[in-house]
């Protein structure tokens, strides 16, 4: 595809609410807040990403990143009693604008002294990305304009560790937070038992659990 | 005209602010969302450098970073709520301890 010209406008007006998010996110002593504010950041981040050229990337932002992340640490900040959170101590704000500005200006140092003249971003299409995200490096397609590409990426195989490990941490965390004898599974034979026990103890018996 | 200089000082602004949530934040949650911060600078620079070279590899790259978030914020929860469980509440200070 060709390159284009992304409009700065939306560019400063998305980057505005982005830093500003980004700062409320970490300040903010409600972490409820930080949260939202962290949801309205990443939430941003999907126009870069669309100004990019790139709007796959933008989409799964806007599904895992904006949508699932904030959702989940709103879970975390309510299930660990966290709604507020001070500063560590006075000395760290200070040992943290130390690490962090001089950073800042490195960075900025560096970027500034590598101007790359009239680079353009060029979109990239979904057929493109899908075709090299599933197969291997090296194949041929033909795409739906009729051109053939040869496969540069090829990532069919680090796609399915992707899947796997995104398995894994599911699995993982369900086991972690596992607490035998509070947390029980619907479907396993000790949560029927439990149940049961529950009932009768509605019933006027003796709980299970009295004696321990 | 935009070049790929802004999108990369946007992205030092992001990382360098998030580098100073996960230093001071005492709230392990609260440092949890710093980190995210500062890796969704390193997507954006990712896929910044992919689109201006005409990359496709950089994007493919950023699309598996998207996975390891969503990996690490599932196993970041069930950390923390054992933390949680176990001292009664999810703090920094409570992790310097396991030290000793």
Not at chain 1, 131 to 148: K, P
Request: net charge positive; charged share 10%; glycine share 8%.
């Amino acid at each position: 595809m060709e390159p284009f010209s992304p409009s700065p406008v939306a560019f400063y007006l998305i980057a505005l609410v982005a830093v500003v998010m980004a700062v409320l996110a970490v300040t903010s002593s409600n972490l409820v807040r930080a949260s939202l504010a962290l949801a309205f950041c990443l939430f941003s981040l999907a126009g870069i990403f669309w100004l990019l050229g790139s709007p796959f990337m933008a989409a799964l932002q806007l599904l895992i990143n904006a949508g699932a992340i904030p959702i989940t640490t709103i879970f975390m900040v309510l299930m660990t009693h966290s709604r507020f959170s001070r500063l560590r101590s006075p000395l760290s704000a200070i040992v943290g604008l130390l690490v962090a500005l001089p950073l800042l200006v490195a960075s900025f140092l560096f970027v500034s002294s590598r101007a790359n003249g009239g680079a353009q971003p060029t979109p990239l299409g979904l057929e493109r990305l899908g075709v090299e995200l599933l197969s291997q490096r090296g194949a041929t397609h033909t795409l739906s304009t009729g051109e053939v590409m040869v496969v540069q990426g090829g990532t069919i195989v680090a796609f399915q560790v992707a899947a796997v490990i995104l398995l894994v941490a599911l699995v993982g965390a369900i086991i972690i937070a596992f607490r035998p004898g509070e947390t029980t599974l619907a479907f396993s034979p000790s949560a029927r038992k439990r149940q049961v026990g529950r009932r009768g103890y509605d019933r006027g018996e003796e709980s299970p659990r009295a004696d321990a | 005209m935009l070049t790929l200089s802004h999108f990369l000082a946007l992205a030092a602004v992001l990382f360098a602010i998030g580098l100073y949530g996960a230093l001071t934040r005492r709230n392990l949650v609260a440092v949890l969302i710093s980190v995210d911060i500062m890796l969704n600078a390193v997507l954006i620079n990712l896929v910044a450098f992919a689109r201006f070279t005409d990359n496709v590899q950089g994007d493919l790259l950023a699309l598996f970073v998207v996975a390891i978030i969503a990996a690490k914020v599932a196993i970041g929860l069930a950390l923390f709520l054992n933390v949680f469980r176990h001292n009664g509440r999810a703090t920094v200070e409570v992790l310097s301890r396991m030290k000793q």
